[in-house]
């Protein structure tokens, strides 16, 4: 089973920075030739999107509530997919978990076939 591992999360003070890295936790298979997504889950909330890129980092997609914000990106020689959020608001407080799908398509990633086990991002006032 394809999975992946993401790290970076921790706790940081309102206006501060991270940023997060995801790449594959299992030997055989890349995210290269995947889009990948980024999703969170705030305690007694549905897992929602945030960020999305395209295989070769040409699209991407993200929700409202982080545009300017937040900038994913990726390195495929070194098979890894960014997530840098600035900025951070209390209200970004969850557990992002990051994906790779078959495709981006209504600005989200779709056909999801491997994910992470999240980090925890705590943000503080």
């Known amino acids: 089973q394809r999975q992946l591992k993401e790290t970076g999360g921790g706790l940081v003070q309102a206006g501060g920075s991270l940023r997060l890295s995801c790449t594959t936790s299992?030997?055989?298979?890349?995210?290269?030739?995947?889009?990948v997504g980024w999703f969170r889950q705030a305690p007694g909330k549905e897992r929602e999107f945030v960020a999305a890129?395209?295989?070769?980092?040409?699209?991407?997609h993200y929700v409202d509530s982080v545009k300017g914000r937040f900038t994913i990106s990726r390195d495929n020689a070194e098979n890894t997919v960014y997530l840098q959020m600035n900025s951070l608001k209390r209200e970004d407080t969850s557990v992002y978990y990051c994906?790779?799908?078959?495709?981006?398509?209504?600005?989200?990633?779709?056909?999801?076939?491997?994910w992470g086990q999240g980090t925890q991002i705590t943000v503080s006032s």
């Open positions: 994906a790779a799908g078959a495709g981006i398509m209504g600005e989200t990633l779709i056909g999801i076939h491997s």
């Open positions: 299992n030997s055989g298979w890349t995210i290269t030739n995947f889009p």
């Open positions: 890129i395209s295989f070769d980092g040409s699209i991407t």
